[in-house]
């Protein structure tokens, strides 16, 4: 493969390259963070399927995150080693197989081992993207072009359970794997043409496998002990050793990437204050807007009993609401003092997960729907400000490492919001059952009452006196298990709230650093 560098590229094509690379680039990383959330909708569908509960079916999503995550740090491996027009193309065939894997799984395990892979391409690609939209842009319009970029990558998971919703109506859960194919497709045709390139060298660069293996081995320990905590016991011996080994490893990468000659997580970047600031705020946004992509919709269809379909239209609007907000807020991140606009959204996207906090079965569509709209118009706020006061001040050569970094913290964030919510709306739904269950006594006239409908209802069909026993308790027990679920979705959005008011801490900070 000859080299074909950008400035070859603008020769070529002009001025009008800058937009072209940024659509080919953007379609691909739309299409694949597209893809991590439209799997959201179908949590129930999996869990039927495989026979499994929401703890197992939710690996679905947070497979592709984690995987996601280990692999942010090696597109500047990638990039180096086959420069990014076959770096972006690799990538996008590897998703394909994944896709293809899910599809026609067999099992649970199958289709986790298809969103690895399938999650591995997408953490390649979107600080491949990211950096190569920075470099066609000039310096004083970074702002704009991590509106540009973060307008992509945050419309893509409001949109997801929509597009899932409807192909799972339309079709089976299984299609859902296979309907972004075409976009693929066409990304990869794009790519080819418009991507920058390089020749392709037989000596690879050097890579940090000691840090990757103790990076993987502490995400993996450290998530599967987090999401498994509650069942098997967080005193358990192999919650503690899980804990245990993720620890050693996760501080063993740090001391490895202090001293590597190549690694893979430049950790002079967070010796800025600024920028660790920023990191901060991207590791806490990380988490609540995948907590509330995953929330949101099995919230809408376990409680609200919404279709697929519907439920996924609750982020619609705020997502189209989203697309016409953040090229403002590109370009206000090139005029205004970062730590303004940060401010304002992480205190709006607390707002919202409060309302939410509040929601049961009688909340309305419009009113669910209105809470994704405030959380998203934080969203809009935040991102590119967010970006852009990281990335200011970068060198060019050093912008594939700094976009590793800053989307390795993002969906670092990311991954453990969704592990972390799907623990707490487990362990206090039975705090909640618990609770309830004490209080059905002959005491209880409520009780008493709802029971004696039920008894009424069924003695009417004919049943006989003990199976309209056996009945009426059986939809007490039902009717406390939602009541219960509801309770344990509330509390998941509260402490979503408290992390967000948290975040307002660093988004301060950002004030006082250079």
Same mark, same amino acid.
């Given at each position: 493969?000859? %080299?074909?560098?950008?400035?070859?590229?603008?020769?070529?094509?002009?001025?009008?390259?800058?937009?072209?690379?940024?659509?080919?680039?953007?379609?691909?990383?739309? !299409?694949?963070?597209?893809?991590?959330?439209?799997?959201?909708?179908?949590?129930?569908?999996?869990?039927?399927?495989?026979?499994?509960?929401?703890?197992?079916?939710?690996?679905?999503?947070?497979?592709?995150?984690?995987?996601?995550?280990?692999?942010?740090?090696?597109?500047?491996?990638?990039?180096?080693?086959?420069?990014?027009?076959?770096?972006?193309?690799? !990538?996008?065939?590897?998703?394909?197989?994944?896709?293809?894997?899910?599809?026609?799984?067999?099992?649970?395990?199958?289709?986790?081992?298809?969103?690895?892979?399938?999650?591995? %391409?997408?953490?390649?690609?979107?600080?491949?993207?990211?950096?190569?939209?920075?470099?066609?842009?000039?310096?004083? /319009?970074?702002?704009?072009?991590?509106?540009?970029?973060?307008?992509?990558?945050?419309? +893509?998971?409001?949109?997801?359970?929509?597009?899932?919703?409807? !192909?799972?109506?339309?079709?089976?859960? /299984?299609?859902?794997?296979?309907?972004?194919?075409?976009?693929?497709?066409?990304?990869?045709?794009?790519?080819?043409? $418009?991507?920058? +390139?390089?020749?392709? +060298?037989?000596?690879?660069?050097?890579?940090?496998?000691?840090?990757?293996?103790?990076?993987?081995?502490?995400?993996?320990?450290?998530?599967?002990?987090?999401?498994?905590?509650?069942?098997?016991?967080?005193?358990?011996?192999?919650?503690?050793?899980?804990?245990?080994?993720?620890?050693?490893?996760?501080?063993?990468?740090?001391?490895?990437?202090?001293?590597?000659?190549?690694?893979?997580?430049?950790?002079?970047?967070?010796?800025?204050?600024?920028?660790?600031?920023?990191?901060?705020?991207? $590791?806490?946004?990380?988490?609540?807007?995948?907590?509330?992509?995953?929330?949101?919709?099995?919230?809408?269809?376990?409680?609200?009993?919404?279709?697929?379909?519907?439920?996924?239209?609750?982020?619609?609007?705020?997502?189209?609401?989203?697309?016409?907000?953040?090229?403002?807020?590109?370009?206000?991140?090139?005029?205004?003092?970062?730590?303004?606009?940060?401010?304002?959204?992480?205190?709006?996207?607390?707002?919202?997960?409060?309302?939410?906090?509040?929601?049961?079965?009688?909340?309305?569509?419009?009113?669910?729907?209105?809470?994704?709209?405030?959380?998203?118009?934080?969203?809009?706020?935040?991102?590119?400000?967010?970006?852009?006061?990281?990335?200011?001040?970068?060198?060019?050569?050093?912008?594939?490492?700094?976009?590793?970094?800053?989307?390795?913290?993002?969906?670092?964030?990311?991954?453990?919001?969704?592990?972390?919510?799907?623990?707490?709306?487990?362990?206090?739904?039975?705090?909640?059952?618990?609770?309830?269950?004490?209080?059905?006594?002959?005491?209880?006239?409520?009780?008493?009452?709802?029971?004696?409908?039920?008894?009424?209802?069924?003695?009417?069909?004919?049943?006989?006196?003990?199976?309209?026993?056996?009945?009426?308790?059986?939809?007490?027990?039902?009717?406390?298990?939602?009541?219960?679920?509801?309770?344990?979705?509330?509390?998941?959005?509260?402490?979503?709230?408290?992390?967000?008011?948290?975040?307002?801490?660093?988004?301060?900070?950002?004030?006082?650093?250079?």
């Amino acid at each position: 493969m000859t %080299s074909v560098t950008l400035e070859q590229q603008f020769e070529r094509f002009g001025p009008a390259y800058r937009w072209l690379v940024a659509l080919a680039g953007m379609l691909g990383a739309m !299409t694949m963070v597209l893809s991590a959330t439209m799997v959201n909708v179908a949590v129930p569908s999996i869990m039927g399927a495989f026979g499994v509960g929401q703890d197992m079916a939710q690996w679905a999503a947070t497979a592709f995150i984690a995987t996601m995550v280990a692999s942010q740090l090696l597109n500047s491996w990638m990039v180096e080693a086959f420069g990014q027009r076959l770096a972006y193309t690799l !990538t996008l065939i590897l998703f394909t197989i994944g896709a293809v894997v899910c599809a026609v799984s067999v099992s649970i395990e199958m289709l986790i081992v298809g969103r690895i892979m399938q999650g591995f %391409s997408a953490g390649i690609i979107q600080p491949l993207v990211m950096a190569t939209i920075i470099s066609v842009f000039p310096p004083e /319009r970074r702002g704009f072009a991590m509106g540009l970029y973060g307008m992509g990558v945050t419309l +893509s998971p409001s949109l997801g359970p929509l597009a899932g919703g409807l !192909t799972i109506d339309a079709m089976t859960w /299984r299609h859902i794997f296979l309907v972004p194919l075409p976009l693929v497709a066409i990304s990869f045709a794009m790519g080819v043409v $418009f991507m920058p +390139s390089k020749k392709f +060298s037989r000596k690879l660069p050097e890579f940090d496998w000691t840090g990757y293996l103790l990076l993987g081995t502490g995400l993996v320990c450290l998530m599967t002990g987090v999401g498994n905590g509650y069942r098997w016991g967080w005193g358990s011996d192999g919650i503690l050793s899980l804990f245990t080994i993720g620890v050693i490893a996760a501080t063993g990468f740090v001391y490895w990437q202090a001293h590597a000659k190549a690694p893979l997580l430049d950790l002079s970047f967070f010796l800025n204050p600024r920028f660790a600031a920023a990191m901060v705020i991207a $590791f806490a946004f990380g988490a609540g807007n995948f907590a509330t992509n995953y929330a949101i919709p099995v919230f809408a269809q376990t409680i609200q009993g919404f279709t697929p379909t519907k439920a996924g239209m609750v982020l619609a609007p705020a997502g189209l609401l989203l697309v016409m907000m953040i090229p403002f807020s590109g370009k206000l991140a090139d005029r205004v003092p970062p730590h303004f606009p940060i401010m304002t959204g992480v205190a709006m996207f607390a707002f919202a997960a409060f309302l939410m906090s509040d929601a049961d079965v009688n909340t309305p569509f419009v009113m669910v729907a209105m809470f994704a709209i405030i959380s998203r118009l934080g969203l809009g706020l935040v991102m590119p400000n967010m970006g852009a006061a990281a990335l200011r001040g970068i060198p060019p050569d050093r912008l594939n490492k700094a976009a590793g970094a800053y989307n390795f913290t993002r969906q670092l964030g990311g991954a453990f919001g969704v592990n972390c919510v799907v623990v707490v709306m487990e362990s206090r739904t039975a705090f909640h059952a618990d609770a309830l269950a004490t209080t059905q006594t002959a005491a209880n006239s409520l009780t008493r009452d709802m029971i004696g409908g039920v008894n009424q209802l069924l003695s009417e069909s004919g049943l006989p006196e003990a199976v309209r026993q056996a009945g009426a308790l059986d939809y007490l027990s039902s009717v406390i298990h939602i009541q219960a679920q509801t309770f344990g979705f509330q509390d998941a959005f509260l402490v979503i709230c408290l992390v967000f008011v948290a975040t307002l801490i660093p988004a301060w900070m950002l004030k006082r650093t250079k």
